[in-house]
């Protein structure tokens, strides 16, 4: 353990070090305080705690996961894995099906996504007969979440005139009543959505003081990552649970606070030291993320917000290059560009692509970047876009998979009652609604005695209906005897499903049945890595809680090497050598949705401090002059945070006299261009902008090449072009020594090749730079 703690600066080991009491660890970005909760939990299993004892709540599962393993590494994984380690949404599902029936849940309750809450909104709001253009389902919902994480229960709302005025207002009076129809629907339904596991889980905490004392008595040692984003209804929880011992140990920053939107509050970190008796208050100041460029860079831009704490973060780490913008004519001239650019600095610094990450601010930009990488041959992945589970055919077999756990399921039962097709049309699901609304029964429920209610319903459709409830029930049977994979492979095949998606012969469709096949992959996986469950159903029901919190970074097995895109909200806890930030335009970032009050402006900084802070070695700002928004193509401006930077930092790819970036690799980035058009907003001062290009000593150096001889580079041309390199010749670079070729791809100046070397293994090289003697 000493070991360990040597890894550790002082200040970063004095909370560390304090077993006992009330902490708070505020600090800027890239200062170790993950890494400081992460010693923490390692150093008290050390001290004796034991992990059943120590509760550790992180912003993503996959947070959660790097902790375990890093402290599996300090303290053995046999003991680790009892650590309660998790976002709050899923410690609290699995404390919430433990007791469930304390709140009239089943333990087996759904969990609906945003996905199946909308739908439900969406169908309430219909069957109220309400207009959909103004009770648009989307805010209305987002409307509800918020209620909820305010802790603003039904009743609580129909307490309080002023929010019932404030709907009103906004021309949705019956807000509140949709709000009632949502609740008791997703109750009748054995549903919980996100917002549920927080709001339910204070319910628990409140209404039961048995149970309040067990988990109290439990969570001796409680530990919270990212602190400025807990929302209130996370806060209440934290604090019910730490009142008995007061371990608590928080961490956060202030100005990495972006969640505000979704109901994230600062005060959580003011009123912390009002909370709790002789909190220990530390500091960390040194960033070990980012160079010395970076570090100041987001110094300056985040000193400009007036609301935050005083902090001073500093760094030992070199100066590094400075922050490159360039400005680009249009979306599509930005994503070739980072493209390039990324292409660049691989073949330079031989760098996998993981080492990549390409942040913006809205999702809709992910497309332009895309199609660049793509036609690169980059390999990438998309954060936050739709997520493997929320594909439809995926969704589909989970639809199934959810009503042989539970019934009830409202949305998954509408998902699949007529998919495949089974001649149950929206008539009859209507009427089956409505009669579920009158009995106060779930719809399955009206299934299952159809004979004793009247519901119109001719014979046949009776039929089909009795045929479905029949399939699910057979799959009930089956799921008592068989495992999750055995089930899930048999939904497929005899719902139909399967053969619906094989008449589809287009590569859509069949990426349709390879998803599918995927699914029943991840959960043989899931089955094999549970066999310690005996509950074969117990196992489903996990999976399917597994699924439903999945976010999308959990998806990242870390298994294959790409570069990574999503917007900045997602980014936040990680790190990237290289960071490119697009979109740096007024109106998109600062979004134009967010610059009406200073508070809205100053979130959006904090964002973009967010975004910056996540490069290690280098950052990229990218603006276009133009940009397709809502289908029209309209004149962008640099975003004031560029000119927010403290220009010291910056280097502008686009010089006043030369608005052409001329990348080293690419020649066809741009057309001709009407030179009259272009506007400079901020011209360089100064000396001439010295073009980017490096030199060729430059180049040498990057490469750790010896000074290129006469004689080398006849060599290394006759036997670049001269010859045909194909797999399997053989070729001698000069700093890996021989190797054997694996595969030669691109054209001309992009011509590259995998070769596999007797010292460096294998290895990418860009033939132009490469200089290869073909042996
Ligand atoms: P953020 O605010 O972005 O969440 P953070 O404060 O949580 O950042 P960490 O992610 O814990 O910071 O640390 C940033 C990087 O610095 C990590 O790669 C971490 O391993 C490294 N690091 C932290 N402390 C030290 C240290 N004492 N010695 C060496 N590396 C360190
Ligand atoms: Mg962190």
Known sequence: MEEYLAELNDAQRAPVLQKEGPMIVIAGAGSGKTRVLTYRIAYLMHKGVDPFNILALTFTNKAAREMKKRIADIVGASESKNLWMGTFHSIFAKILRFEADKLGYPSNFTIYDTQDSQRLVASIIKEMGLDKDIYKYKQVYSRISSYKNSLITVKAYFQNPELMESDAMAKRPRLGDIYQNYVDRCFK????????????????????PEVLSKYQDRFRYILVDEYQDTNHSQYLIVRALSDRFQNICVVGDDAQSIYAFRGANINNILNFQRDYDNVQQYRLEQNYRSTKNIVQAANSVIDKNKTKLDKVVWTANDDGPKIIVNRLLTDGDEGRFVASSIFENQMQHQLPNGDFAVLYRTNAQSRAIEDALRKRDIKYRIYGGLSFYQRKEIKDVLAYLRLVINPRDEEALKRVINYPTRGIGNTTVNK???????????????????????????????????????????????????????????????????????????????????????????????????????????????????????????????????????????????????????????????????????????EERRLFYVALTRAEKQAYLTYTQSRYRWGKLVDAEPSRFIEEIDDTYLEYLTPVDDYRYKPLIDSDIFGEVDKSKLRLKKPVSGTPPTSHKPTEEQLRKLRKLRPATTNDAATSKSNLFDSDLVPGTVVEHMRFGRGKVLKVEGVGQDKKAEINFENGGIKKLLLRFAKLKVL
């Open 432 to 602: 089956l609604i409505v009669a579920a609304n009158h009995y106060d029964r779930s719809i399955f429920e009206v299934i299952e005695n159809l004979d004793r209610i009247n519901l119109k319903i001719n014979t046949s459709t009776k039929n089909r209906l009795e045929n479905f409830m029949n399939m699910i029930k057979s799959f009930q049977i089956a799921n008592e005897t068989s495992n999750a994979f055995v089930l899930a492979e048999m939904v497929a095949k005899k719902t139909g499903l399967l053969l619906e998606l094989k008449k589809d012969t287009t590569p859509e469709g069949v990426a349709r049945i390879e998803n599918i096949e995927e699914l029943l992959n991840g959960i043989r996986d899931f089955v094999e890595g549970q066999k310690e469950v005996a509950d074969a159903r117990g196992a489903l029901t996990e999976f399917l809680e597994d699924v439903a919190l999945a976010t999308d970074l959990d998806q990242d097995k870390g298994d294959d090497d790409r570069v990574a895109l999503m917007t900045i909200h997602l980014a936040k806890g990680l790190e990237f050598p290289y960071v490119y930030i697009v979109g740096m335009e007024e109106d998109l970032f600062p979004s134009g949705m967010s610059m009406n009050t200073r508070s809205e402006l100053e």
């Open 189 to 208: 339904a054995g549903a919980m959505d996100f917002d549920d596991l927080l709001l339910k889980t204070n319910e628990l905490l409140n209404r039961f």
